[in-house]
């Protein structure tokens, strides 16, 4: 199968995905979301000053006309208007989206490259006593709770009582100096997180590899160790490896940064998900959801085509 018709094949696959995570959240927020209706009116309404509210809110319209409006405003991205901050929920998300990415691609990046040399360390030398203290410190790493690990590096680097070397919480950055100054104790919080669960897959993937037939022919002709894990290892075992490093984006993006950003103050895209949560900010929460179904679609296309072109026997189908 070609390229093109390949994506547009995806592309379609795509939709009952998206169709059905877009319906059972809108389902949620229908029926157990915030009533913003009192909110408006104030107190002692009348009956019709309600039946007003309700009419300029689209909650007097049955519920699949609403969920249509909602996939509406899904193809053309115009959620509308924020319910807490009255900005278009285009601009908060245009504002938010690059915060969020500026302050998790350094943790994530770092995360998986050093969990993946640990990895080829420990796999080349497994069951030696190098293997078992990356391990060991892999499952100390993945034992600690996020938010744990977060409070920990806030009281050490920022804090009086620590070091105080960065700030707490805020965003002010205008020059790289002031984004390495406030991104660098997130970056060691995420990297910190990550490297145990990254190590331990990594890991029992480069094994998995290692036990093959040529692995172990290529160490018979003694084949030096770095060419060995490069070339007849890594390289084939890069279709798990690219599996967890592309699904796992969506979840950074959305509740790493949350946790993240929710406890440094930075106005990204999880303090925004956070805040409407909390909020009861439905067209916010609405674009959320959707956009991140979308995002796990692409991501899946992305996915299939690395596979075909890291490993030419894998068929686009």
């Not at 104030?42 to 969920?67: M, S």
């Not at 890069?238 to 509740?255: D, G, M, N, W």
Request: glycine share 8%.
């Amino acid at each position: 199968m070609g390229l093109i018709p390949f994506i547009v094949r995806k592309l379609l696959g795509g939709i009952p995905l998206v169709l059905g995570v877009t319906f059972i959240s809108f389902l949620l927020m229908v029926y157990f979301g915030p009533d913003r209706t009192n909110e408006i009116v104030g107190k002692n309404p009348t009956a019709e000053q309600i039946a007003e509210v309700r009419a300029q809110l689209g909650y007097d319209k049955p519920f699949f006309a609403r969920y249509v409006d909602y996939l509406t405003e899904l193809v053309t991205l115009d959620f509308g208007l924020s319910a807490s901050s009255g900005q278009r929920v285009s601009t908060v998300l245009a504002t938010a989206v690059p915060i969020t990415l500026a302050l998790m691609a350094p943790g994530f990046v770092l995360g998986n490259l050093l969990g993946l040399g640990f990895a080829l360390v420990a796999a080349y030398h497994r069951g030696r006593w190098l293997d078992k203290a990356i391990m060991g410190a892999s499952v100390v790493g993945m034992s600690i709770s996020f938010l744990i690990v977060v409070i920990f590096f806030q009281l050490l680097f920022c804090s009086s009582m620590g070091l105080n070397w960065f700030p707490s919480r805020g965003w002010e950055v205008d020059s790289v100096s002031s984004y390495l100054y406030y991104v660098t104790v997130p970056t060691l919080a995420v990297v910190f997180v990550a490297l145990g669960y990254n190590t331990r897959f990594y890991r029992a993937v480069l094994v998995e590899e290692l036990n093959r037939d040529h692995v172990r022919t290529a160490l018979a002709y003694g084949t030096p160790p770095a060419r060995l894990l490069c070339r007849n290892v890594l390289k084939n075992a890069l279709i798990p490896i690219i599996t967890r490093v592309l699904f796992s984006i969506p979840l950074v993006l959305i509740s790493g940064s949350l946790i993240i950003e929710t406890y440094f103050g930075i106005p990204g895209a999880g303090k925004m998900t956070y805040d409407a949560i909390t909020q009861g900010d439905q067209p916010v929460l609405k674009a959320v959801v959707g956009l991140t179904a979308v995002l796990f679609v692409f991501t899946l296309l992305l996915a299939d085509m690395l596979y075909r072109l890291v490993d030419p026997r894998v068929e686009l189908t």
